[in-house]
Antibody
Framework: QVTLKESGPVLVKPTETLTLTCTVSGFSLSNARMGVSWIRQPPGKALEWLAHIFSNDEKSYSTSLKSRLTISKDTSKSQVVLTMTNMDPVDTATYYC????????WGQGTLVTVSS | DIQMTQSPSSLSASVGDRVTITCRASQGIRNDLGWYQQKPGKAPKRLIFAASSLQSGVPSRFSGSGSGTEFTLTISSLQPEDFATYYCLQHNSYPRTFGQGTKVEIK
């Protein structure tokens, strides 16, 4: 059974760095077809694709957020980590991780609020 | 980046109606397009990939078509459980990009 689960802080302060972890099961991060993406959704707004990491550790980022994002993975722990620097209230959103591209399985999402 | 323009942004329809949602890409993306359904408070669910391939377990009333720059999601006979927001996603090149969504509401 394929599952993905996001974890991380629910509240961060402006200018802080957000670190989110996606723990996967039911597939291996070393599988050539099974990269993982991060996607976010501000309350009441559309989905926004953020980043993707491939099985060979290559990465791709949103053009507008590239300077603030870092995606990495630990295959032995079945985890994919996203960091986003210099958080702002407009970054308040539900953050999802998802398998493959186009994603087939998604995590439940984690709501991150940016507020002082 | 490839821009995805989805229309309409919302629509009202009745149970049993045929519903069509369109997505246009700013450049050709072959058939590299997926459609997702999202209900409030839930993660998106993949309905269609590669423009017209139905995800396993998705009812056959959902269908996708198109290639190049214009794509369509059709619900042949709208059911109560289909009231949701629908998104397209291009998976032709990185960075991936979503459409702005279409909210399907009850008339």
């Amino acid at each position: 059974q394929v599952t993905l689960k996001e974890s991380g802080p629910v509240l961060v302060k402006p200018t802080e760095t957000l670190t989110l972890t996606c723990t996967v099961s039911g597939f291996s991060l070393s599988n050539a077809r099974m990269g993982v993406s991060w996607i976010r959704q501000p309350p009441g707004k559309a989905l926004e694709w953020l980043a993707h990491i491939f099985s060979n550790d290559e990465k791709s980022y949103s053009t507008s957020l590239k300077s603030r994002l870092t995606i990495s993975k630990d295959t032995s722990k079945s985890q994919v980590v996203l960091t986003m620097t210099n958080m702002d209230p407009v970054d308040t959103a539900t953050y999802y991780c998802a398998r493959g591209s186009p994603p087939d399985y998604w995590g439940q999402g984690t709501l991150v609020t940016v507020s002082s | 980046d490839i821009q995805m323009t989805q229309s309409p942004s919302s629509l009202s329809a009745s149970v049993g109606d045929r519903v069509t949602i369109t997505c246009r890409a700013s450049q050709g993306i072959r058939n590299d397009l997926g459609w997702y359904q999202q209900k409030p408070g839930k993660a998106p669910k993949r309905l269609i990939f590669a423009a017209s391939s139905l995800q396993s377990g998705v009812p056959s009333r959902f269908s996708g078509s198109g290639s190049g720059t214009e794509f369509t999601l059709t619900i042949s006979s709208l059911q109560p459980e289909d009231f949701a927001t629908y998104y397209c996603l291009q998976h032709n090149s990185y960075p991936r990009t979503f459409g702005q969504g279409t909210k399907v509401e009850i008339k």
